[in-house]
């Protein structure tokens, strides 16, 4: 075929004469569409002058996209101008706005499409007026195709089938009027449609859409009419046109290839590992999410033994399990595993893989999916350390939910109560402890919950146990750690107080027999002893002995008393008052006998306490710091406020606590002096346990002792 431009005179019937300017696979591609005599396709070489062609006789003028074109001369050309070119490089010099169609150059395109294409523009009128209905009418008949040239507003400067034209009825009602951008129109129609996954196409920021190839594959949620749609876009700068916007409804095209392409998205962002590996062991795919698991390119990693990847040991593991696969013990395996990171690092990870058999049943390899699960592996060994460290504490122990319900319990729990794990598992702690027990624990919760400062609560029940008896219980109840400000659960540890109550008794018990048969007659002998040197003619001997028959009987009567305060400070309930630290220390002052002695209040405040404890307290104090500093002690009151521990401390001058002996001095029964009772400073301790306080031992004045209570709440109201 000639390469000079021909006459339409010359050819026969309905064939159409084209003249190609430019490209020679654009030619090439025209005549293989036309091969069957529709085409007479010639063809001016990439450097011809349009110009020269002008007058020249043909039914259809192709350019492709690589032709310098001067476009005013263009103008004079009668015949339709067809631009020809791909997508992704369509020319960066301007397109004329009267041109009459684009041609998307695809090999794969339909050649018939194509030739119909040409023939529609070569037949309809060439008047501008009239060319917007030919490739309209082109577009409409071959492919449900809308086209736009909008300017950078998005604003619709000429259109060839319109958005009505390619949208079903239910989404034409949905368009907004045509005054509105093209962007806006399109952004109103198509939504993002969670089945295919497919993501919104941002058509509210101009350019609006991609420039690749293929185009974005978008989906039109319209009911039962929905479907899938292509859209292109790129630029053109004709005038005041900025884009060149292309919409077709591929819903009935739609085939294998964007599916798989789909597909392929998917598994390659999928949150899984995946890989498939051959006979030899060796990697023939793995997905994005594996390689960037592993920290290497996916090329790194592609044709490379499997055995790369593993830690030292686990190549066997591996093998084992594949062995059990192809002898047909199991269809899939799942095993545990430990990966080796590009630098070295570890990751612990779940494989769930399959064997791989050719048509003919040969073993091809295996493929599978791999999971992350390093931090469920560290939660499982925290959990484990937990759990050997609550078996350890040898008293029941158990967690609840946040509804209260039972998650674990250990194995003191089920020896102690009878009830297993396996049954308890879901069931509320109520079918252990009782509903009013439960009650009291769930009050509690809700009030550690309320306060930040407060991190433990306690209380008491009966305990039923396998035989149907009950045990004095102690529960400790402890919040477990809150996961985004939200309550998880709690830990619960109960202990055996039989002893503890056992104790209590005795002491009451005790304390009755003290207060009853033993001080009546120690008053009597106290009253006798007092007035008897008063009453009797004693020599200064005898009523030396007189005097020590006195003081002997005055310290009866004060252990007699510090007994029935340890028995009694078991069993009162502390009611917390406002008091002055001030007045209740020089009140205790007063009643000790405390001879040459100094009191100095260095600051004072006014806290919550049970008054008449916290004058024990002061008292045992003060007696402490007279009989280990000497009469001419002296002993400092003051406030401790140092922003995390307030309360208050008693100090003295005296000869100080030595260390190894600070562990033991609340022990009851020690003492470091011959007829000192070792119970004053038990019952201090008694005190500040009643109140929930917390003590400490320091270094006092010239190092002398310091006793530090802190825990100690503030009180707003006037002292007692």
């Known amino acids: 075929m000639s390469d ?16 190609v300017v430019g490209s020679d696979a654009a030619a090439d591609r025209l005549r293989q569409a036309g091969r069957d005599g529709a085409l007479s396709v010639s063809h001016l070489p990439e450097d011809a002058e349009v110009g020269d062609v002008t007058d020249t006789e043909y039914d259809c003028l192709v350019l492709a996209d690589t032709v310098d074109v001067d476009w005013a001369t263009v103008r004079n050309v009668a015949a339709p101008v067809v631009l020809y070119g791909g997508v992704d490089d369509l020319p960066d010099a301007p397109i004329h706005r009267d041109i009459d169609l684009v041609l998307e150059r695809r090999p794969e395109a339909d050649g018939g499409l194509l030739v119909e294409k040409i023939r529609t523009v070569a037949e309809t009128s060439t008047a501008p007026s009239t060319r917007a209905e030919a490739v309209e009418a082109v577009t409409t008949d071959t492919g449900s195709v809308a086209a736009f040239l909008v300017d950078d507003a998005g604003d619709v400067r000429w259109s060839a089938a319109g958005l009505a034209e390619v949208l079903p009825p239910g989404a034409k009602d949905r368009l907004p009027p045509e005054t509105a951008s093209l962007y806006e129109r399109l952004g109103t129609v198509f939504q993002p449609h969670e089945s295919t996954g497919l993501s919104e196409p941002a058509f509210a920021d101009l350019p609006g859409s991609t420039e690749e190839r293929d185009g974005a594959l978008l989906w039109l949620a319209a009911g039962e009419e929905g479907g899938y749609y292509r859209h292109y876009s790129y630029p053109v700068g004709v005038g005041s046109a900025d884009r060149i916007e292309l919409l077709q409804n591929v819903t009935t095209t739609v085939g294998s290839h964007d599916r798989l392409a789909l597909f392929e998205e998917l598994v390659e962002n999928a949150q899984d590992g995946l890989f498939v590996l051959n006979a030899d062991w060796q990697v023939e795919y793995l997905n994005r999410t594996y390689a960037q698991l592993l920290g290497f390119d996916r090329e790194e990693l592609l044709g490379t033994h499997v055995a790369q990847q593993l830690s030292p040991g686990e190549m066997q593991r591996a093998q084992a399990a594949t062995e059990r696969l192809i002898d047909g013990e199991a269809e899939s395996a799942v095993i545990d595993i430990t990966l080796q990171r590009g630098d070295g690092t570890d990751v612990e990870a779940s494989v769930h893989f399959w064997a791989r058999y050719t048509d003919d049943g040969r073993y091809a390899g295996l493929m599978g999916a791999v999971r992350d699960i390093t931090d469920r592996k560290a939660r499982e060994r925290e959990l484990e350390r937990y759990e050997t460290i609550v078996q350890a504490v040898g008293d029941p122990v158990c967690t609840i939910d946040a509804e209260g319900r039972f998650v674990y319990v250990n194995d003191a729990f089920e020896e102690r109560t009878g009830y297993e794990l396996s049954t308890l598992r879901g069931e509320p702690i109520s079918l252990v402890i009782g509903a009013d027990a439960a009650a009291t624990g769930e009050a509690l919760i809700t009030e550690l919950l309320a306060d930040p400062d407060s991190t433990t609560a306690t209380f008491e029940l009966q305990l039923p146990d396998r035989d149907g008896a009950t045990t004095p219980t102690e529960c400790q109840i402890a919040l477990l750690p809150q996961e985004d400000g939200q309550y998880q659960g709690a830990v619960v540890v109960m202990r055996d107080i039989s002893r503890l109550k ?88 007063a009643s000790v006998e405390t001879g040459d002695a100094e009191l100095r209040i260095a600051s004072t405040a006014t806290v919550r306490a049970h008054r008449s404890r916290l004058l024990r307290l002061f008292e045992n104090l003060f007696r402490n710091a007279i009989e280990h500093g000497g009469p001419d002690v002296l002993v400092e009151v003051g406030t401790i406020d140092d922003g995390s521990d307030a309360g208050f401390y008693v100090a003295d001058d005296g000869s100080g606590i030595p260390g190894d002996q600070r562990d033991v001095i609340f022990d009851d029964g020690f003492s470091t002096t011959a007829d000192g009772t070792g119970l004053g400073l038990s019952i201090v301790s008694e005190i500040v346990r009643a109140h929930d306080w917390s003590i400490d031992i320091a270094d006092g004045i010239d190092g002398g002792a310091r006793f530090e209570f802190t825990g100690v709440a503030a009180a707003d109201g006037d002292a007692e």
């Open 4 to 19: 000079a431009p021909c006459d339409p005179a010359d050819e026969v019937g309905d064939v159409i004469a084209v003249l």
């Open 502 to 589: 056992r104790r209590e008794q005795r002491l009451s018990k005790f304390a009755g027999v003290v207060s009853h048969d033993l001080r009546n007659p120690l008053d009597v002998a106290l009253g006798r002893a007092e007035v008897l040197p008063d009453v009797a003619d004693l020599d200064p001997e005898a009523e030396h002995h007189v005097g020590e028959i006195y003081e002997s009987l005055k310290r009866m009567e004060q252990l007699i008393e510090d007994v029935l305060a340890i028995a009694r400070h078991g069993e009162m309930a502390v009611d917390l008052a406002p008091v002055s630290l001030e007045e209740v220390a020089a009140e205790a002052w």
